[in-house]
């Protein structure tokens, strides 16, 4: 039963957070059994000098796109076509998938995140790696192989029925075989799906409680595309609604584009949205809505999006929230909250992890930062956000198992 004595920094919900110091952390179990101030155990690890946060939640990331990040940008539709889909065909070679798969998981944990909801290359092989290194690495993971059955290059393009079944193969052969593991169903976007494959998806998905996740309004000539390619339905959104996408546990990346009529639509079928505000500032998409989305009560949580985005560090994306917005200051506390509680709330998780709470699973990380310095965890917390670069995460547990020190 490990004991570790250390300062916690912990979310309570969007405007409040904890900061204790000095306090003994009891894991038994896979999960955190206390956060007490005294302890009965006389041998303890002592992590005073550390600062432990809940590991981070990054609900949005192609891990097959982690070589091209950073490649000079372009708007969405050209990136993709000139950097995306040439990169994403390359783990087509199983060796390279590996290679890459093992790269994308070390840093994902170097940067501290704990659970991460992933889009893989079409190629089922790919996928399948990726669930294999995570396992191996002890990793907590939401993956899916993305789906594209028309309008993609050849090397990409999949028949609608393979597509579908491979998806199904994946999940039957992952989905909650391990504690860690689960399987997401991945349409890439509106543009490169059948109405018949994302029907098949929403069938199957409500029939086995499962996630699906995809790209919403990222870009007004990707919005534009979609309009020729739907003419006959009002909008992106009522796309996915008419196809039976939409719903809890659904997650929308991007979603920045959108209507009042949209946006409506997503609060009544509680969809959630992934916000990725570093990659919308690299491709020039747009800015997320951030106020109006909270004003209609849509659950949404902050992501890296890489490779479209340039790092996978969550915090700077709780730095990036809030210099995105314009017209609307991210509190500290609300940034903390994204990365961290708010992606566990989205992936109906918030009982099992996204904070330092007993009972939860011991999903930490322990930066290398002293807060003795530090008048308040107000101060600290600020310092976290915006001198991040400045911060090293010294040791990353998964379910109680240390998977990364450095
Ligand atoms: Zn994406």
Redo the contacts with the bound molecule.
């Keep these: 039963m490990p004991v570790i004595k250390t300062n916690v920094l912990t979310p309570l919900n969007e405007n409040k957070f904890m900061f204790l110091r000095n306090v003994f952390i009891t894991i038994r179990n896979k999960r955190i059994s206390s956060v007490e101030t005294s302890t009965a155990i006389h041998s303890f690890r002592d992590w005073t000098h550390l600062l432990c946060l809940p590991g981070f939640i990054d609900t949005?990331?192609?891990l097959s796109q982690y070589y091209i990040r950073g490649r000079n940008g372009n708007d969405l539709l050209k990136w993709l076509q000139e950097n995306v889909f040439v990169e994403e065909a390359r783990s087509r070679d199983q060796d390279y998938a590996r290679k890459l798969s093992h790269l994308f998981f070390d840093a994902l944990l170097q940067a501290g995140t704990t659970t991460s909801v992933i889009?893989t290359a079409p190629q089922s092989t790919a996928c399948e790696i990726a669930f294999e290194t995570a396992r191996e690495l002890g990793v907590r993971a939401m993956i899916g192989k993305t789906m594209m059955d028309t309008n993609s290059p050849a090397d990409l393009l999949e028949n609608s029925d393979q597509s579908f079944q491979e998806s199904v193969a994946l999940f039957q052969r992952w989905h909650q075989k391990t504690d860690l593991l689960e399987y997401i169903f991945s349409p890439r976007f509106a543009p490169v799906c059948t109405p018949k494959l994302m029907q098949r998806i929403a069938d199957f998905t409500r029939a086995n409680n499962a996630f699906i996740q995809t790209?919403l309004a990222?870009n007004t000539d990707e919005i534009s595309l979609v309009k020729s390619l739907f003419p006959d339905v009002g909008s992106y959104t009522e796309v996915y609604h008419k196809s039976g996408l939409l719903g809890p546990r659904t997650i929308l990346?991007?979603a920045i584009h959108l209507s009042e009529k949209e946006i409506a639509l997503l609060a009544e079928t509680e969809s959630k949205i992934a916000h990725?505000p570093d990659?919308n500032f690299f491709l020039k998409s747009g800015s997320f809505s951030l106020a109006s989305i909270k004003k209609a009560g849509i659950d949404f949580a902050l992501a890296t999006?890489v490779g479209?985005g340039t790092t996978l560090s969550m915090l700077e994306m709780m730095k990036l929230c809030n210099y995105r917005q314009s017209d609307y200051r991210v509190k500290p506390a609300e940034a903390f909250y994204y990365a961290t509680l708010a992606g566990a709330r989205i992936l109906g998780k918030e009982l099992e992890i996204g904070s330092v709470t007993a009972g939860k699973f011991a999903d930490l990380i322990f930066l290398d930062l002293n807060p003795d310095n530090f008048a308040n965890g107000e101060d600290l917390l600020s310092h976290i956000i915006y001198l991040n670069r400045e911060i090293k995460v010294k040791s990353v547990m998964i379910a109680g198992s240390t998977v990364f020190s450095a």
Excluded: F, K, P, T
């Design positions: 949005h990331v192609h889009y790209h990222e990346g991007h990725c990659s999006d479209a």
